[in-house]
């Protein structure tokens, strides 16, 4: 971007000012997000020049991107950008602790770069401005989603511009997310007569008489169109100035703005027009040399026809580079040539380009749409660039790879594996029925048996999918003839894991004996550690804990190459010491898995064990620290993509927790995302989903609704898939209690012998056997059943589930007459859920001690909702590595958590403390600990 500074600014003094108070917020170690939207030649790179001016005067560390409409697939452009380029940049991309090359670094990646900005925002308040996102690859809009939120609490202004209707689904998405996290939108419109009679005054340093106002007026405010006519006119020699008024000679618009740019450009010479139609063919930006190289011209020659189109207002420099002075003109440009020709040049240009050093992703966009069939250069990097979108943007990589196959022959010898990627892509993007018509059919006429059965494992192993699909892909890679034993049996085995996961527990019963059966006949360590991977879900599922440990321990001590079984059999391990009441070792488990995940870059796998993390620490009664794992590994602007089993016990847990703490906003996000989940296929998804919504429905007391819910998957589903997976003890209990209040006996019945179940299983488990004295207790509002649950759940480990039991087990007693230890019991029920940050089920038991006239306004310290004592032992922890001046990854490095985690911790310290900046936090802190 080229400051111009010169002019001011005519007719946004709105505007200004909302960017003057994003830096003055910024100076006082607050983050802002400004959006400026408006059509093309409205004035937002102008309004982004002025605070690029206004911004450096301050002090500020500035950084400056511009999305590239020939590079909408290279990921992070304008960012990087913004943060790594031009004479001063705001970062030094050499303190990147490595190179990201690998899609799935790119979680890593933006820990990085958060961390670095907030090293630089240390020491001064910074500005980023991105110019036309509207072009901007999903990538980017990811990242300004999670980067700015992160960096909240940080002295950062961003600036972000783009042309509404034009933005992808990605980045609506973003600017939604943005919004409603507390950005600022502007909104550029048509200039007042008042602001173009001033801009006409700038520029030519005398007042416009009426005649030329008239006319300028027939631009529509467009304030680009503006300026042009005005230097037209005065290039032209129709303009007379005397005594400070200028005058209009004639009548009539300037020639370069009424003969359109094929005329204009016809005017010149035919040096310059052949530059001009070839620099549109380089993307937005471009050097020298690479009109040099396309032009067949030496740098020398092209030195006067470049000042020539300069001086005309075609093209501008642009930091050490050249551009089009507009978007515009560029489009002018283009449109003058003959479409065929046009995508001749587009081809010559990316060829300019890649010989240069461009990346394939960098100008895959410009080959897909220039390229010839048989063009087997463009074929290949497209090939390159649709493997290198493979994981961070499925979908632009089943796109890609499909314009490549177009371009090729039937032998191709790349035709296998971009039908592959094709195939992989589509099913990672979200986009199923097309995905399967396309396996169906181009997969099998592509590959031979052996070949496809791999492609249909590889896509049953994506665990990010439906169970369902991959259920599909196991079972047709299955019945493919000719197999290798180890291949037959691994696809044995994923088919009885998705079935498990999916909910579909007898279908995985009658497959299970076949599969072991084909594990150890093949002799295959990794068949035989699939199937153990299988068989203990099963375990789970039919309440056979101890078997379930044994066999993955076991597993486990043979060992698989296979890193994603590995850390998914510790997963699962986690979920059985759980449900066992051990729940120190499932912490042990997650917080080892987060560590290796952290030590090799696997994001999958750290958000896959901080879920755990999060359902252990809910169980478990910690419920802050199970808010701070959870939040944020599921969207909640993308919930109808959740389609993984993980991702859906997150949102339920997550909406659990959201109850129990009384959070209202969270709470209808998660409803919103489980109402876009219950329409899975996958039983145990809609579980889930029915599960977290009946939870909400329940909590607001709408009568009815939560057994409907219930109901929902009850009643269409096998006996076993309506547990969750995992699932929480505590849940039975809300059931019954559902069950009762509508008089569904069946329901109480099946919960009530599920749990007997259960016991006879785990015997040795507490609160196993204390839900069964509980669902009795309540069944038969018997007391004396609710008091041999208590002491069973005391020592259980689960606060939150005992807090419960006490309140059932006061109420029996208070009906019983007994009101002394019914208060009693509610006492004790208050505390634990005001220590355990239970707000929903504190609220009601102090209503129900009011209807006895017990009034508790003393509440123990643990109850304290604002302020240093409302900190959590993890949150003050936190809190005080961020006083020491301690970065977000330096945080996370210390605690073995993610950075995700971290800056959740940092958000509810802000919002117990009442501050909004790091800075803040630190001045508030030495306060308190001088005791003012």
């Known amino acids: 971007m080229t400051v111009v500074p010169s002019l001011p600014v005519r007719g946004r003094d709105d505007q200004l000012a909302v960017l003057d108070q994003a830096l003055a917020d910024a100076v006082s170690g607050r983050g802002s997000v400004t959006v400026i939207e408006g059509g093309p030649g409205m ?53 990147l602790r490595q190179v990201y090359a690998a899609p799935e670094q790119r979680f890593w990646l933006l820990q990085e770069i958060q961390t670095l900005l907030e090293e630089v925002a240390a020491s001064a308040p910074v500005l980023i401005v991105l110019d036309d996102l509207q072009w901007a690859d999903s990538g980017t809009a990811a990242a300004l989603r999670v980067l700015s939120a992160r960096l909240a609490g940080t002295p950062i202004a961003w600036v972000l511009t783009l042309r509404p209707g034009q933005e992808s689904a990605s980045l609506q998405s973003t600017i939604v997310a943005l919004v409603d996290a507390g950005a600022t939108t502007l909104h550029l419109g048509p200039l007042d007569y008042d602001a173009i009679a001033s801009i006409a005054a700038d520029l030519l340093d005398a007042t416009p008489d009426e005649a030329l106002l008239k006319l300028l007026r027939s631009v529509n405010g467009n304030p680009f169109l503006l300026v042009d006519v005005v230097r037209g006119l005065a290039a032209e020699g129709n303009l007379s100035t005397a005594e400070g008024q200028v005058t209009l000679v004639e009548d009539r618009l300037p020639s370069r703005v009424s003969d359109g740019m094929r005329l204009r450009l016809a005017r010149m010479s035919e040096v310059s027009e052949r530059i001009a139609t070839c620099a549109a063919a380089l993307g937005r930006r471009f050097t020298v040399a690479d009109i040099a190289a396309m032009t067949g011209m030496s740098v020398p020659d092209l030195v006067t026809p470049i000042r020539v189109l300069m001086e005309a207002d075609i093209l501008a420099e642009s930091d050490d580079r050249l551009s089009f002075v507009h978007d515009l003109v560029r489009d002018a440009v283009r449109a003058s040539v003959p479409t065929a020709v046009r995508r001749a040049l587009d081809r010559e240009g990316a060829d300019v380009l890649l010989r240069r050093g461009a990346l394939p992703v960098e100008v895959a966009a410009q080959v897909a749409e220039s390229a010839s069939f048989g063009d087997s250069v463009a074929i290949g990097v497209l090939a390159d660039a649709a493997e290198a979108l493979g994981i961070t943007d499925p979908a632009m990589s089943a796109e890609l790879a499909e314009r490549a196959l177009l371009l090729m022959p039937e032998r191709h010898e790349l035709r296998g594996p971009l039908v592959g990627r094709r195939a992989v892509s589509l099913f990672a993007a979200g986009i199923r029925d097309e995905a399967k018509r396309y396996v169906d059919t181009v997969l099998r006429q592509t590959f031979p048996p052996a070949q496809q059965a791999q492609m249909r494992l590889r896509i049953a192993s994506m665990f990010g999918l439906s169970p369902d699909i991959r259920v599909e892909n196991a079972r047709h890679g299955l019945a493919l003839p000719d197999l290798p034993s180890d291949l037959h049996a691994e696809l044995m085995a994923a088919e009885v894991h998705n079935l498990v996961v999916g909910g579909r527990v007898a279908e995985a019963v009658g497959k299970l004996s076949a599969a072991e059966a084909a594990a150890r006949e093949c002799g295959s360590q990794e068949a035989e550690f699939a199937m153990d991977l299988a068989s203990a879900g099963l375990d789970y599922q039919q309440l056979e804990f101890s078997r379930g440990l044994a066999r993955l321990d076991a597993a486990i001590v043979r060992g698989t190459s296979e890193d994603v079984r590995a850390r998914l059999a510790a997963y699962f391990r986690g979920w059985l010491l759980a449900a066992m009441d051990r729940f120190d070792e499932a912490i042990a488990v997650a917080e080892e898995g987060a560590r290796a995940a952290r030590r090799d870059r696997q994001h999958w796998a750290l958000s896959t064990f901080e879920t755990l993390t999060g359902i252990v620490k809910l169980q478990s009664g910690r419920l802050p620290d199970a808010v701070a794992a959870l939040e944020g590994h599921v969207s909640l602007v993308d919930g109808a993509v959740v389609g993984g089993v993980i991702d859906a016990a997150n949102l339920s847990s997550l909406a659990f927790l959201r109850v129990h703490t009384a959070d209202e906003w969270g709470s209808r996000e998660t409803v919103r995302m489980c109402e876009a989940m219950i329409n899975s296929t996958s039983p145990a998804i809609r579980a889930h989903a029915a599960w977290g919504l009946a939870a909400h429905a329940n909590a607001h007391g709408q009568i009815g609704q939560p057994h409907k819910w219930l109901r929902l998957v009850w009643d269409a589903e096998a006996p076993y898939s309506r547990r969750l997976y995992p699932h929480d003890i505590a849940s039975d209990a809300e059931v019954v209690r559902i069950g009762l209040a509508v008089g569904d006996d069946e329901l109480v019945s099946e919960t009530l012998a599920g749990a007997i179940e259960r016991l006879r299983l785990n015997p040795d488990v507490s609160s196993i056997a204390a839900c069964v004295h509980h669902l009795q207790g309540l069944i038969t509002h018997s007391s004396a059943e609710l008091a041999k649950a208590v002491p069973l759940m005391r020592s259980a480990g689960r606060p939150l589930a005992l807090a419960s039991l006490l309140e059932d087990y006061a109420c029996a007693l208070l009906a019983e007459g007994s009101t002394a230890d019914g208060i009693e019991m509610l006492n004790e029920a208050l505390d634990l859920a005001v220590g355990i940050g239970a707000t929903r089920l504190a609220g009601r038991v102090r209503g129900r001690l009011r209807e006895h006239g017990v009034r508790r306004r003393v509440l123990p310290s643990t109850g304290v909702h604002s302020g240093w004592d409302a900190l959590t032992p993890t949150e003050s922890q936190v809190a005080q590595l961020v006083v020491d001046g301690c970065t977000n990854r330096e945080i996370a490095e210390q605690l073995f958590v993610s950075l995700h985690t971290v800056n959740t911790h940092v958000r509810h310290i802000f919002e117990k403390v009442q501050v909004r900046s790091r800075f803040e936090l630190a001045r508030l802190a030495n306060r308190h600990d001088n005791g003012t």
């Open 43 to 95: 004035g937002k790179t102008r309004l982004l020049q002025a605070a690029w001016v206004r911004a450096a005067a301050r002090g500020f560390r500035t950084g400056r991107g511009m999305a590239d409409p020939t590079q909408r697939v290279v990921e992070l452009a304008p960012l990087f950008e913004a943060l790594f380029e031009h004479d001063a940049p705001l970062l030094d991309r050499s303190s």
